[in-house]
């Protein structure tokens, strides 16, 4: 058994959904309020490590801890700052590393976080979705960055995606995707409007 995955993203026109190394907002605050409304449905948020590094995202719709869906950290050496906003005590916190990351680094993060080891030298992405389902989190928001989106699209675990385009061109940066993979069909099935924003929705073929 395995969570359902929905990916949600903003990305400029030119497919980027950051800057190499620098947060962007892509997202107008109607945007916004859609993707809150997707994580009030979820049991969890998902990001990789470099999100986390970058954006120093806090991945939470409320103030109050039992509102907030569990935030899922994809960080195979266990780099995750101590002090990072999905660390603190405003959600249920879940940490997923590699049997590569310190032992020392295990200890620290499962202070603040219930930590799985789940890969040898990068983190197995099929065998934590049963890991996952397990600890009653049936339903998953993924919000990148581009090289767990691209894992996660390759392993055939996403259900629905989400893609919010915004009027701007940043040239290079992050792509939704980064790396090279083999191709994934996907049916649309749905065009939305908000604001100066279009919201793309698909269902990739199985």
């Known amino acids: 058994m395995k969570p359902y995955i929905i990916l949600n993203t903003a990305m400029s026109l030119d497919g980027r959904i950051a800057r190499k190394g620098e947060r962007v907002v892509f997202s107008n605050e109607l945007d916004k309020?859609?993707?809150?409304?997707?994580?009030?449905?979820?049991?969890?948020?998902?990001?990789?490590?470099?999100?986390?590094?970058?954006?120093?995202?806090?991945?939470?719709?409320?103030?109050?801890?039992?509102?907030?869906?569990?935030?899922?950290?994809?960080?195979?050496?266990?780099?995750?700052?101590?002090?990072?906003n999905v660390l603190n005590d405003k959600a249920k916190n879940i940490v997923v590393v590699s049997i590569d990351a310190e032992p020392y680094r295990i200890e620290e993060l499962s202070r603040k976080a219930s930590v799985i080891v789940c890969g040898d030298d990068e983190v197995d992405v099929v065998k934590l979705m049963?890991?996952?389902y397990k600890r009653g989190i049936k339903r998953v928001l993924l919000e990148g960055g581009g090289h767990l989106n691209k894992s996660m699209l390759e392993a055939n675990l996403i259900d629905e995606?989400?893609?919010?385009?915004?009027?701007?061109?940043?040239?290079?940066?992050?792509?939704?995707?980064?790396?090279?993979?083999?191709?994934?069909?996907?049916?649309?099935?749905?065009?939305?409007?908000?604001?100066?924003?279009?919201?793309?929705?698909?269902?990739?073929?199985?």
């Open 130 to 132: 049963d890991e996952l």
């Open 33 to 84: 309020a859609r993707r809150d409304d997707i994580r009030k449905s979820v049991d969890g948020v998902m990001v990789g490590i470099n999100t986390v590094l970058i954006d120093n995202p806090k991945l939470t719709i409320s103030e109050k801890r039992e509102e907030n869906p569990a935030r899922i950290i994809i960080d195979g050496h266990g780099k995750v700052p101590d002090d990072a």
């Open 161 to 206: 995606i989400y893609v919010s385009v915004a009027p701007v061109v940043i040239g290079d940066g992050v792509n939704l995707v980064e790396g090279v993979m083999d191709e994934r069909k996907l049916t649309l099935a749905g065009i939305r409007q908000i604001g100066d924003m279009v919201v793309l929705k698909y269902f990739p073929k199985k």
